[in-house]
């Protein structure tokens, strides 16, 4: 590692720090555990090489969450001759004593929501990842994006309508009610 | 009908947006509207309970000490600290390589032509991109027909120049591609013997119509310096 030794310790504080952060954002485009894991391995990377400008803690989860979200989306545009995600999205499902079929209409269900989601414009996309990531409030979400509150909020309102929209076929056919 | 007014609204609500007064009377006497907000709203918790679970999975404990060794193995040789320099280089080798091409490219073959008179008529460009001997575009021994080399090109117009009087920059005279070049120096060399006359100039095989940007092309002789012996015996 070409960094000296206070920016090594500064960037290992990072990865122990963001590490689960880039994972997540990865994991949200692709619902692949070890995909996402490479993602955040490659975006790590990247990031070491523009460490010297990326000390600001904020300022690095936020370049590390725009890359992560970018090396995913472009991993999977490369994978779409591979099969749908929908085994190995079952990878990350709890596991549940349920029938057969209980579960064919979760995996069912999981996928059409990320079909849903899928859809949205990058920008409501990123904005939903973030919020629906536990520990982000709106402000948070504004600080990782370098977007006003405001900003945030619209486009976390617009994702959510169209979600809605999208998906209520979903619950009105599916017995969920 | 009145329903359909307040659909919009409707997923507004459900996405957290207070209920405006109008969507809200509309609800409070509309059953189907209100099964409809109830709808949308399971919808989200179903999207929002999808997404939690999604990303509250962990990485496996492996993943740092994944980062870690990458990190470390990353070569920070020079190359690699001054990657970000290839594609200006990369740019710069094929800007160099376009550039010798040009430069370096050999002339078309070249119609015979009957120049026997002595007419100011359309001309042949002798050296379509072509350089002469010693990498000028002087042939060895300038002939009447070969000072009448030269031609103004439809869209970029070639220099009319004094064969003798100057030195003849090695760069084509007019840049069209390689296969304008040809048709154009067959269309030319097909008006010389006659055989055509400008306004129908055209190829065999394509209708006039689509050449009519050939058929406007400006074939002007050149003027025609004779050639001086003091200027030229001290180039």
Same mark, same amino acid.
């Given at each position: 590692? %070409?960094?000296?030794?206070?920016?090594?310790?500064?960037?290992?504080?990072?990865?122990?720090? %963001?590490?689960?952060?880039?994972?997540?954002? =990865?994991?949200?485009?692709?619902?692949?555990? /070890?995909?996402?894991?490479?993602?955040?391995?490659? #975006?790590?990377?990247? =990031?070491?090489?523009?460490?010297?400008?990326?000390?600001?803690?904020?300022?690095?989860?936020?370049?590390?969450?725009?890359?992560?979200?970018?090396?995913?989306?472009?991993?999977?545009?490369?994978?779409?001759?591979?099969?749908?995600?929908?085994?190995?999205?079952?990878?990350?499902?709890?596991?549940? %004593?349920?029938?057969?079929?209980?579960?064919?209409?979760?995996?069912?269900?999981?996928?059409?929501?990320?079909?849903?989601?899928?859809?949205?414009? /990058?920008?409501?996309?990123?904005?939903?990842?973030?919020?629906?990531?536990?520990?982000?409030?709106?402000?948070?979400?504004?600080?990782?994006?370098?977007?006003?509150?405001?900003?945030?909020?619209?486009?976390?309102?617009? #994702?959510?309508?169209?979600?809605?929209?999208?998906?209520?076929?979903?619950?009105?056919? %599916? @017995?969920?009610? | 009908?009145?329903?359909?007014?307040?659909?919009?609204?409707?997923?507004?609500?459900?996405?957290?947006?207070?209920?405006? !007064?109008?969507?809200?009377?509309?609800? !409070?006497?509309?059953?189907?509207?209100?099964?409809?907000?109830?709808?949308?709203?399971?919808?989200?918790?179903?999207?929002?309970?999808?997404?939690?679970?999604?990303?509250?999975?962990?990485?496996?404990?492996?993943?740092?000490?994944?980062?870690?060794?990458?990190?470390?193995?990353?070569?920070?040789? $020079?190359?690699?600290?001054? @990657?970000?320099?290839?594609?200006?280089?990369?740019?710069?080798?094929?800007?160099?390589?376009?550039?010798?091409?040009?430069?370096?490219?050999? $002339?078309? +073959?070249?119609?015979?032509?009957?120049?026997?008179?002595?007419?100011?008529?359309?001309?042949?460009?002798?050296?379509?991109? @072509?350089?002469?001997? /010693?990498?000028?575009?002087?042939?060895?021994? $300038?002939?009447?027909?070969?000072?009448?080399?030269?031609?103004?090109?439809?869209?970029? +117009?070639?220099?009319?120049?004094?064969?003798?009087?100057?030195?003849?920059?090695?760069?084509?005279?007019?840049?069209?591609?390689?296969?304008?070049?040809?048709?154009?120096?067959?269309?030319? !060399?097909?008006?010389?013997?006659?055989?055509?006359?400008?306004?129908?100039?055209?190829?065999? @095989?394509?209708?006039?119509?689509?050449?009519?940007?050939?058929?406007?092309?400006?074939?002007?002789?050149?003027?025609?310096? +004779?050639?001086?012996?003091?200027?030229?015996?001290?180039?």
């Amino acid at each position: 590692m %070409s960094l000296g030794p206070a920016l090594e310790r500064e960037f290992e504080e990072r990865v122990v720090d %963001s590490s689960t952060l880039a994972f997540r954002v =990865a994991l949200s485009v692709l619902r692949h555990r /070890e995909d996402a894991e490479d993602v955040a391995q490659e #975006a790590f990377l990247r =990031a070491q090489r523009a460490f010297a400008l990326l000390r600001d803690r904020d300022r690095f989860r936020a370049w590390l969450v725009r890359t992560a979200f970018r090396l995913a989306l472009d991993r999977l545009r490369g994978e779409k001759r591979r099969a749908r995600r929908e085994d190995a999205v079952a990878i990350d499902a709890p596991v549940r %004593s349920e029938s057969v079929e209980d579960a064919a209409a979760r995996a069912e269900l999981r996928a059409r929501v990320a079909e849903a989601v899928d859809a949205l414009p /990058e920008k409501l996309r990123i904005v939903t990842v973030l919020a629906a990531i536990q520990e982000h409030d709106v402000a948070s979400v504004a600080r990782l994006l370098d977007l006003p509150e405001g900003t945030v909020k619209s486009r976390l309102h617009l #994702a959510r309508k169209a979600l809605a929209e999208r998906l209520r076929w979903l619950v009105s056919d %599916s @017995g969920t009610r | 009908m009145a329903c359909e007014r307040f659909r919009d609204a409707l997923a507004d609500v459900a996405a957290g947006e207070p209920a405006p !007064a109008g969507v809200h009377a509309h609800l !409070a006497s509309c059953e189907a509207c209100r099964a409809d907000l109830a709808a949308l709203r399971r919808a989200l918790a179903v999207a929002d309970a999808e997404m939690a679970g999604l990303l509250a999975v962990e990485p496996t404990t492996e993943l740092a000490v994944r980062i870690r060794q990458a990190v470390a193995e990353s070569d920070p040789s $020079p190359g690699r600290r001054f @990657g970000w320099l290839w594609p200006a280089v990369a740019a710069a080798a094929t800007l160099l390589v376009a550039l010798a091409v040009v430069l370096g490219r050999t $002339p078309l +073959p070249e119609p015979r032509v009957a120049m026997d008179a002595p007419r100011p008529d359309p001309v042949i460009p002798r050296d379509f991109g @072509g350089t002469g001997p /010693e990498g000028s575009a002087v042939p060895a021994d $300038p002939s009447p027909a070969d000072a009448n080399a030269g031609a103004r090109g439809g869209r970029v +117009p070639a220099r009319s120049r004094s064969v003798g009087r100057h030195a003849i920059p090695a760069e084509p005279e007019v840049l069209v591609s390689p296969g304008e070049a040809e048709a154009l120096l067959r269309l030319v !060399a097909l008006v010389h013997r006659e055989r055509l006359t400008p306004p129908v100039l055209g190829v065999a @095989g394509q209708p006039s119509a689509d050449l009519a940007e050939l058929a406007l092309i400006d074939i002007k002789p050149l003027e025609i310096v +004779p050639l001086d012996p003091a200027e030229t015996s001290g180039t």
